[in-house]
């Protein structure tokens, strides 16, 4: 099984491209790793809308964000294809694996397809989640099949907080 999720995984994940994102720097060729982490706390109003979508559609808040964010990566990059990594609780819930969400994003798909598409993704997904990143990493390396910045350059992070 771990064999089987690992090679799923190394034939979703070869030949990513990366993902071009306006900054204000230019790309070094070789690229290093200088992480930045972006928090947002959203109004309230926004919240509650975005919580009767998920219903609505019979979605999870995460899936509701989680396309939401791939909507706003293709208007800033206008390319299709979207890998987003995301941190996920294994099925022990006392570790967590990468997982790296790979969906075509088109403006010839609603809001609401792309929804279902992304949900669709993230089930799957989340069935072969038993194997080890390093290893598709190492993998993945090796077959020479990825670019100079790894297998996404996005996370994303739903982490529940409380107004207090």
Partial sequence: ?????????????????????????????????????????FPLELCE???????SSENGLFISLLTAFKCLLYKYTAQEDIVVGSYIPQKNHLDFNTLAFRSCVSSNVSFCELLEQVNQVVTEDLKHQDFSWQQLVEKLSATETQNDTGIFQVMFSLQDARVI
Wanted: hydrophobic share 35%.
């Fill in 1 to 41: 099984m771990f064999n089987n999720n690992l090679e799923y995984w190394q034939n979703k994940l070869s030949r990513v491209p990366v993902l071009e994102i306006t900054t204000d720097k230019l790309r070094a060729s070789n690229q290093e790793y200088d992480i930045g982490i972006e928090t947002f706390v």
């Fill in 49 to 55: 809308s975005v919580k009767t979508l998920s219903q």
